[in-house]
Every structure is written in C-alpha cells, then in structure tokens.
C-alpha cells in the first residue's frame, strides 16, 4: 500500500494474547487496507483485526483469515457486548439496535472466525465477534437474505471449507454522504468485502459491493 494511503492510527491498548489479523497469513505479505486521511484505532482480536473509525463509532474495515483446513463449527454464539478499549461514545452499541428490525450485523462472521488448532483458539475467536466493534446497523432482510449478506458470507467460509484452502477477507461499510442518520448513528447503505487468496501460486483478489437500500 502506498504510504499516502495509510491513515494515522492511534495507540490502543491490545488485549493479552491477542496477537490480531496476519498481513502473512497466506504467505506474501496482504496488509489491512486504511482510509486516507482519517484517525482511527486498531483493534486486535483472534484471527482478526478491526480499524475503528472513530467519527463514525463503527469499523471502517476488518482483516480475517480463514483457514479452510481447521475450521469447524465451533461454540454457540454469545450476546454482543461493548469493546472493553474504546469507550462508549466511540462505538455503536446497544441503543441504535433496540426494538427495531435492524441487525447487529457482524462484519467478521462468528463461524468464518472459529478455527484453529485448540478448542481453546476456535473459542477465543468466537467471543472475540461478538463485539460491539465487529458490528454494524443492518437491515435484518439484509443480513440474514441468502442472495444478500448472508449468502455472500456462505459463499466465502464455504469456498474455503470445501477447498481446505486459506482466505483473507476484508470487509467493511462504504459511507457516504446520503447514509441516514438514525439514533445518532449514520446507517450505512452499502458494504464491501475484498476476498484474497492464493491462485496458481499468485496473489489474486475479488471483490464484493452489496446493497441495503429500500
């Protein structure tokens, strides 16, 4: 990545033993993508890394590896909670997901998250997504719509299941100046996801935009 593109990150504290997203993850280096101009945080969890975009109180991207050959279903879910590092007018929380038909839309999937070689690992990885930093406001058509969201996280985690194969993911919101303001909150209308991974020996990459639009 160019240096121009890299936008300042602020120190934040890293939870113990949390060793973040792998830029080596598929062997040459794929490092996490950042907003030009604009401070943000990042935040270190397993198998994953978010960049907190502090202006907006949600993730302007995520990095996760998923490695096909010891993913497996894992834990069950647990309740989103707040991000223990920021505080809680820097991240979307509980309030703008209350009695409404928005989702607390997972940015990095629990069950794209949940591998490894320990059950300890693949647990750690499940409660590390359910954070309220790994989420954000999502139409429940949208999240959980099979040629939406939900399909296109299937898609990915199965990719690389069924081919033991290793993906990089990245994935975040594409804000924009029409997003609406709800609870104080910008909803954003769309989101990407950029797919990295090895093919034929080479680098390659694609990528995704999907819509929540009315």
């Not at 602020?10 to 939870?15: E, G, N, S, V, Y």
């Not at 270190?44 to 995520?62: E, F, G, I, Q």
């Not at 750690?124 to 040629?147: M, Y």
């Not at 990295?196 to 929540?212: M, N, R, T």
């Amino acid at each position: 990545m160019d240096e121009q593109l890299v936008a300042p990150i602020l120190a934040a504290k890293d939870l113990s033993n949390r060793e973040g997203f792998d830029e080596n993850f598929l062997g040459p280096e794929v490092p996490l993508p950042a907003l030009p101009d604009v401070a943000m945080v990042l935040l270190a969890y397993t198998h994953l890394s978010v960049l907190m975009h502090l202006d907006k109180r949600l993730a302007a991207v995520t990095g996760l590896g998923i490695d096909g050959e010891t993913h497996g279903p894992g834990p069950l879910g647990n309740q989103l909670v707040a991000g223990p590092r920021l505080d809680e007018d820097q991240q979307t929380g509980e309030r703008v997901y209350a009695r409404n038909d928005i989702d607390r839309g997972h940015l990095v999937r629990r069950a794209s998250a949940v591998w490894g070689d320990t059950r300890t690992e693949a647990a750690q990885a499940n409660e590390d997504t359910f954070r309220c930093t790994n989420a954000a406001p999502q139409a429940a058509k949208f999240n959980q719509g099979l040629e939406l969201w939900l399909g296109l996280e299937s898609y990915l985690q199965n990719h690389a299941a069924d081919n033991a194969r290793r993906l990089v993911v990245f994935t975040g919101p594409i804000f924009s100046a029409v997003d609406p303001v709800y609870r104080g909150v910008e909803i954003p209308l769309r989101y990407f996801k950029v797919a990295v991974f090895l093919h034929q020996g080479e680098l390659s990459a694609i990528g995704y935009v999907v819509d929540q639009a009315p």
